[in-house]
C-alpha cells in the first residue's frame, strides 16, 4: 500500500503540500511515484516564479512518459529543489522528504483548506485503482 | 487457411470495408514483370541520364567523392538493411552501436558535445535547428546571413511559416562573397538566432568566430550550416568557433548522389540543449551483469511520446545512411579525411587558376574557399555549359541563373578528389574554346 | 596484477569494442590515388584562423579488415525481416526484394547529381513521374508530390497543405478562426506533432468500446467552424477499417474541414479499396512499410503526399510534369517517345519546398521497381495475404490472450496481456520472452488507448508454418506466464545481453564516446 503521512495535505492530481507558516513545500505522493516507474528528470520552476492553484510548474519524466506536476496553492516560488536535476530518484526514494520538488510562498494560504486531508486521499486513490 | 478461419474467398476478408467502397476492377497499374524484363526496362530509363556518366564539376549541395568499396559492402548486410528502428535492444544492439559511433564522429567533426541519430537531409536539419533556436531561447526573430544554398532556404521558410518565426535575411557582399556589414543593424536582443553556412553557397568560408561573438552578444544563438562536411577534414569546426548548433549534410561521406537522397542529416549541439534536440538519441546503459550496451534514450521528447509538444514530428530518418557514414569515416579515417580535404582544397586551387586565365572569365568572390567557387564568364552561363556538355562531355559546374536572375554569366564550379588534372584541363580548354566563338546566342 | 586480456566466449564477436577503441595511431583503411596538381602550403589559400587546429583528434585509425570485422560483428546482434518474422504492427515489416535493390544502385541512377540539366536526366524524371501515376490509381487521389522524406514529413506536408487551402478559401481573417485539428486518442504521436508544427491546436477524439471513431463526439467537436481537419488513420491503429469513413468524411466536410487520411495502414487497402473514393481529401504514403523499400534501422523513408485535384496547386515545388507533344490520340508508343518530363515551379499557391532536391530518389525507384514486379494482381494479392495472416493470427491466440476488440481485423490485431498480468507477467515481459522463441517482438504499448497493449502485424511476408511457429512460441509463453512466471520476467535468456536499465541511461545520459572511458570499460 502507498504511503501517505498524516501531517500533509493533497491534491487530486497526486501532489502533497507541507505547510510552514505561509510557505508551502511541494512535491508527488508515494501513489503518484510508484505509478510513474523510475523517474529520470524533474523540469522545476525558477526562484520567483508566480503560480496559480493548478497551474502546472513543471513536470516529471520517467524512461517513458512525462507528467505535468500542478502547484496546489498560489503564490510565488521560494526555491525549487535543485538537486533533483543530479538525482532525480529521491522522488522515487523518498518522495516526501528528499524528493520535494518547491517551497511557494502562499499568496492565498486559505486555500490548503480545501485540500484533501490524509485520510481523504487514500480513499480517493483507492476509487481510483478500483 | 482461408477455411481454416471461416471463410470461403478472400473477398470476405474485405467485409469490414463497405460494398462500395471495395474496388470492383484491377488496378490499373502495369502487369507483373520479371526479373529480365524489370532490369532492361531500368537499364533503358538509366540511359536516358547522360548527366551520370560525364566528368562532372557539380556541387552546390551534392558532392561526387570517392566511396570505399566496403561502405556498399556493409551497408547491403541484410542484418542492418533490413532491420527496423532499434527499439528492442537485446536484439538491436548492432544498429545502436553503429548509432553511437555515428553520434560521436559527428560531435568530433563538428567540435560540439552531442549528436542525434540523424536528420532526413541538411535542408530540413537546418529548419529543425530554427525551431529549437526559437525553443531554447524564447525568441523570435532568426537572421539568416550571406550566400546560403537556396533550396535550405526554401525550406526553412517552409516549416517555419506557422511557428511564428520572423526569418531575416543578410545580404552578402558583392566583393569578397561573405557575409557583409548588414548583420551588424539586423541583430538586436529579439534576436533567436543567426543562420550561418560556410562555406558558403558560393563557396567561401567565413569568419565564424565573429559571428559566434556578435551572436552571443545579443544573446542569440549561431546555428552554423555545413553542405559540403568533407570541409570539416581541413577547416576549423564550427564548435570549436563557438557556434550552438552545427548541421550538415553528410552526404559525402559516402552516400551516393542518387539524383537527391536519400542523403543524411547531421545535427549536433551542446550538452545543456540536450533535451531541446529534435529526433533520436543513443545512450550507453548496462545491463544486471554490468555488460555494456546501448539504448535509445531521453525518448520523452519525442512524438510518441510527448505528442504535439514533442521537439520535432521525426520518426523514421535516415538510419542506414547513418550507417554508410559511419562505415565511411571510419574507413577513411583521421588521415584518409584529412588526405581527402586537402586534395579537394589543391585541386580546387588549380581549377580556379587556370580558369582565371582563360581570356575574358573571372573569379567574382575574394573569400577564401574550400573546393567550390564562382566563375564568371563572358557569355550566358547556361548556354555556355550545355555546349560543354554537348560538345566535350563534360558537366562544367552549376549556372548560377537556376537561383539568380540576376547572375546570368556565373556558375558555380566544384572540385573534388575525384576529378583529376586531367579533366580539370579539359574543362579549361573547353571553356576557352567554346567561349572564342562570339556565335554563341541563346537559343528561345 | 590482473589480466586485461579481453576472454574470448564462445562468440569472439561478443566482444567487440567501439571503434575508437580499436584505433591504433598510424593504421589507415583508404586508398587514395596521390595528388596530382602542385603542391603548396594550404596556408596561401585558407586564413590560419579558418583552419582546423586539433588534427581531428579522437578520430580512429583502423585497417579495411578492422572495418569489417568491427561491421560484421556488430550486424550479428541484430534481429532482422531476412532472419524471421518481424510482426511489429503498424511498421510493416515485410521482406525487401534484392531487385529492387540491384535497380536503385544502376550507375544511371545511383551516380546522377541532383542538379544534373532536365536534358541530363529524362530517365530520372520519367521514373517519378511513372512512380506518382501509379500512386494516384493506387490511392485514387491525383495529385501527388514525392518530396517528403517519411512519413511524419509527409503528414506534415499534408497538414500544410490543409491549411493552405483554407487560407486560399476562406481568406487568411476568417482562417484564422480554423486552427483546430481533429486527432482520435488512438493515433501515432506523429500526427498531433505535425498538427503542431502547421500551427494548429490538436483536440482529441475518443474511440468507442469497439474500436472505431466516436462520431457523436466528432460531430459535436465539429460545432463551431474551428475545425480545419481530422487526421485519421484507416484502417486505424487497432487495425479496424472504420467503417464510417463516409459519413466520418461527410461531418468534417459539413463542418468546413477537410479530411487527412495517414497512410500507415495501406498495406491493408492496396488495389482492395482507396482512399480517395472514401471521401479522404489528402493522405500520405510510407513507402517504406506497403512499398517495400527497406527500413535500414530506422530509415531512409519516403512519404509521398497524395492529394485531391482541389488541393494539388498547394502541393511541394517543383513538380515534375509530363509534356507530351504528339496528340493524345496518337499511338501510345510515338506518344512515349516524344514525352519529355520538367520540373515545373510555377504553383504560386504551393506550400513550399520540404525537402533539398526531389526527395529520397533510391526509394522511389524501389517503390517503382515493387509495383512492377507485383504487377496490379500481385498488389492486391499480397494485400489479401496480409490481412488473412493478420487473421490467422487473431484467431489463433484468441484463446490464450484476451482480444479487447470483437471485430475482424485487417492486416493488424492487437491484444492485451489482461490475462497475464494477474500472475504479473506484463506486456514487456512476453515481448522479451519472445525473442528466447527467434521471433522479433510485436509492437508493444501502442495504441496508448488499449492498456498492455501488443499490436501484431505480421504482414504478407509469412507463410503458414511460421504462422503457426508464432502461435506456438506465444501459446508457450501464456503457459510459462501460468508455470513459470520468472521465466519470463527474467527474459530474455539467449540474447548478447540482457534488459539494460535504461532508468540509469536517462538520468545521466552518455550520448558518445570519450577517450577517458576506454580505461574503464571495454570488458565483458
Known amino acids: 500500500m502507498a504511503n501517505v503521512p498524516e501531517d500533509l495535505h493533497y491534491s487530486k492530481d497526486h501532489e502533497w503540500v507541507r505547510v510552514d507558516g505561509d510557505v508551502a513545500t511541494v512535491g508527488i505522493t508515494d501513489y503518484a511515484q510508484n505509478s510513474l516507474g523510475d523517474v529520470v528528470y524533474v523540469e522545476l520552476p525558477k526562484a520567483d516564479e508566480q503560480f496559480n492553484a493548478n497551474e502546472s510548474f513543471g513536470s516529471v519524466e520517467s524512461v517513458k512518459a512525462v507528467s505535468e506536476v500542478f502547484s496546489p496553492v498560489s503564490g510565488a516560488v521560494v526555491e525549487a529543489h535543485e538537486s533533483l536535476g543530479d538525482d532525480p530518484e529521491k522522488v522515487n526514494t523518498d518522495p516526501y522528504g528528499e524528493g520535494w520538488m518547491i517551497r511557494i510562498k502562499m499568496s492565498n494560504p486559505g486555500e490548503v483548506d480545501s485540500l484533501l486531508t490524509a485520510a481523504e486521499y487514500e480513499d480517493f486513490t483507492k476509487a481510483e485503482t478500483e | ?444 | 596484477m590482473k589480466s586485461n586480456i579481453t576472454k574470448v566466449t564462445s562468440h569472439i564477436s561478443h566482444n567487440e569494442a567501439l571503434i575508437f577503441e580499436r584505433s591504433q595511431t598510424g593504421r589507415i583503411g583508404y586508398r587514395l590515388p596521390p595528388l596530382d596538381v602542385d603542391e603548396f602550403p594550404i596556408d596561401d589559400l585558407i586564413p590560419k584562423e579558418f583552419q582546423c587546429d586539433n588534427d581531428l583528434e579522437g578520430l580512429p585509425e583502423v585497417s579495411e579488415v578492422d572495418v569489417i570485422r568491427h561491421f560484421t560483428r556488430m550486424s550479428t546482434w541484430n534481429y532482422s525481416i531476412d532472419l524471421g518474422m518481424y510482426p511489429l504492427g503498424s511498421c510493416t515489416m515485410k521482406y525487401n526484394s534484392r531487385l529492387n535493390e540491384k535497380v536503385a544502385r544502376i550507375p544511371g541512377f545511383a551516380n546522377l547529381h541532383p542538379l544534373a540539366s532536365e536534358n541530363d536526366a529524362q530517365g530520372a524524371l520519367q521514373v517519378i513521374y511513372e512512380l506518382q501515376e501509379h500512386l494516384a490509381e493506387i490511392t485514387g487521389l491525383p495529385g501527388i508530390s514525392l518530396q517528403p522524406a517519411a512519413g511524419a514529413h509527409g503528414e506534415m506536408t499534408g497538414v500544410m497543405i490543409i491549411r493552405a487551402f483554407i487560407d486560399a478559401r476562406d481568406g487568411q481573417a476568417a482562417s484564422a478562426q480554423r486552427r483546430t485539428m481533429l486527432i482520435p486518442d488512438s493515433a501515432h504521436g506523429t500526427n498531433p506533432a505535425s498538427a503542431h508544427l502547421s500551427g494548429f491546436s490538436v483536440k482529441t477524439i475518443r474511440s468507442t468500446p469497439e474500436g472505431l471513431t466516436d462520431l457523436a463526439h466528432l460531430r459535436e467537436l465539429c460545432v463551431g467552424g474551428h475545425v480545419a481537419g481530422l487526421m485519421l488513420t484507416n484502417p486505424n491503429t487497432l487495425g479496424l477499417f472504420e467503417k464510417n469513413i463516409q459519413e466520418i468524411c461527410r461531418i468534417v466536410h459539413d463542418a468546413g474541414g477537410l479530411v487527412y487520411m495517414d497512410g500507415a495502414n495501406m498495406n491493408a487497402l492496396v488495389g482492395v479499396a482507396r482512399p480517395g473514393d472514401m471521401g479522404v481529401d489528402v493522405i500520405h504514403l510510407n513507402l517504406h512499410k506497403t512499398f517495400s523499400t527497406p527500413h535500414g534501422g530506422g530509415g531512409p523513408g519516403c512519404g509521398p503526399c497524395c492529394c485531391t485535384k482541389e488541393l494539388e496547386p498547394f502541393l511541394p515545388v517543383p513538380r515534375i510534369v509530363r509534356s507530351r507533344s504528339v496528340s493524345e490520340g496518337a499511338p501510345s508508343e510515338a506518344a512515349a517517345k516524344s514525352d519529355t518530363y520538367k520540373l515545373d515551379f510555377n504553383y504560386p499557391q504551393s506550400i513550399g519546398r520540404v525537402k533539398a532536391f526531389f526527395g529520397n530518389y533510391g526509394m522511389m525507384l524501389r517503390a517503382l521497381a515493387y509495383i512492377q514486379t507485383h504487377g496490379n494482381d500481385g498488389l492486391r494479392e499480397a494485400t489479401e495475404a496480409a490481412v488473412l495472416n493478420a487473421r490467422y493470427i487473431a484467431q489463433g491466440l484468441a484463446g490464450d490472450y484476451e482480444k479487447p476488440f470483437d471485430a475482424d481485423p485487417m492486416h493488424e490485431v492487437v491484444f492485451t496481456d489482461k490475462r497475464q498480468t494477474r500472475k504479473g507477467v506484463h506486456t514487456l515481459d512476453i515481448a522479451k520472452r519472445l525473442i528466447d522463441y527467434g521471433f522479433h517482438p510485436m509492437t508493444i504499448y501502442f495504441p496508448l488507448i488499449v492498456s498492455g497493449a501488443m499490436l501484431i502485424e505480421p504482414t504478407e511476408s509469412v507463410g503458414h508454418q511460421e504462422l503457426d511457429q508464432f502461435i506456438e512460441a506465444m501459446s508457450s509463453i501464456a503457459r510459462e506466464a501460468i508455470e513459470d512466471p520468472e521465466l519470463v520476467l527474467n527474459a530474455p535468456h539467449s540474447t548478447r545481453i540482457g534488459r539494460l536499465d535504461e532508468a540509469a541511461a536517462a538520468r545521466k545520459p552518455v550520448l558518445r564516446w570519450k577517450p577517458k572511458q576506454a580505461a574503464t570499460t571495454a570488458q565483458t
Open chain 2, 1 to 444: 487457411m482461408l477455411r481454416q478461419i471461416g471463410l470461403n474467398s478472400a473477398e470476405e476478408l474485405f467485409e469490414s470495408i463497405p460494398k462500395e467502397l471495395r474496388l470492383a476492377r484491377n488496378l490499373n497499374t502495369p502487369a507483373a514483370l520479371s526479373e529480365i524484363e524489370l532490369l532492361a526496362g531500368f537499364e533503358r530509363l538509366a540511359a536516358r541520364n547522360p548527366g551520370a556518366g560525364r566528368s562532372s564539376f557539380l556541387g552546390a549541395g551534392a558532392y561526387q567523392h570517392y566511396i570505399p568499396t566496403v561502405v556498399d559492402h556493409i551497408v547491403s548486410r541484410s542484418e542492418f538493411f533490413t532491420a527496423y528502428t532499434p527499439y528492442q535492444p537485446e536484439i538491436s544492439q548492432g544498429t545502436l552501436q553503429v548509432i553511437f559511433e555515428f553520434q560521436t564522429l559527428v560531435c568530433q567533426l563538428t567540435g560540439m558535445e552531442v549528436a542525434n541519430a540523424s536528420m532526413y537531409d541538411g535542408s530540413t536539419a537546418l529548419a529543425e535547428a530554427v525551431l529549437m533556436a526559437e525553443r531554447v531561447t524564447r525568441k523570435s526573430k532568426v537572421i539568416a546571413c550571406g550566400a546560403i544554398h537556396p533550396e535550405y532556404l526554401e525550406v526553412v521558410n517552409t516549416y517555419v511559416q506557422h511557428a511564428g518565426i520572423e526569418l531575416i535575411h543578410a545580404d552578402f557582399d558583392r566583393g569578397t562573397g561573405q557575409i557583409s556589414g548588414a548583420l551588424a543593424e539586423l541583430l538586436d536582443d529579439k534576436t533567436a538566432a543567426i543562420v550561418v553556412q560556410s562555406p558558403n553557397f558560393f563557396g567561401c568560408i567565413e569568419d565564424l568566430t565573429s559571428l559566434a561573438e556578435q551572436a552571443h552578444a545579443v544573446g542569440a544563438l549561431l546555428i552554423v550550416a555545413v553542405t559540403e562536411a568533407i570541409s570539416l577534414g581541413l577547416l576549423k569546426s564550427p564548435g570549436a568557433c563557438g557556434a550552438d548548433i552545427v548541421v550538415a549534410e553528410g552526404q559525402s561521406f559516402g552516400v551516393p548522389l542518387s539524383f537527391g537522397g536519400p542523403y543524411v542529416g547531421l545535427f549536433a549541439t551542446r550538452e545543456k540543449h540536450a533535451r531541446q534536440i529534435p529526433g533520436r538519441l543513443v545512450g550507453e546503459a548496462y545491463d544486471k551483469q554490468g555488460r555494456r550496451g546501448f539504448v535509445l534514450t531521453l525518448a520523452t521528447r519525442e512524438q510518441h511520446i510527448r505528442r504535439e509538444k514533442a521537439t520535432s514530428n521525426i520518426c523514421t530518418n535516415e538510419g542506414l545512411i547513418a550507417l554508410a557514414a559511419t562505415v565511411y569515416l571510419e574507413t577513411m579515417g583521421r588521415r584518409g579525411l584529412q588526405e581527402v580535404a586537402r586534395q579537394c582544397a589543391l585541386k580546387t586551387a588549380y581549377a580556379a587558376k587556370r580558369i582565371s586565365e582563360i581570356n575574358g572569365f573571372s573569379i567574382p568572390f575574394s573569400g577564401p574557399r574550400f573546393n567550390e567557387f564562382v566563375v564568371r564568364a563572358p557569355v550566358k552561363a547556361a548556354e555556355l555549359l550545355g555546349r560543354l556538355a554537348s560538345e566535350k562531355n563534360i558537366t562544367g559546374g552549376l549556372a548560377l541563373s537556376r537561383y539568380f536572375a540576376d547572375r546570368p554569366n556565373d556558375f558555380l564550379v566544384c572540385v573534388t578528389e575525384i576529378n583529376s588534372r586531367a579533366e580539370i584541363d579539359v574543362l579549361v580548354d573547353g571553356l576557352s574554346g567554346i567561349s572564342k566563338h562570339k556565335d554563341t546566342k541563346t537559343p528561345s
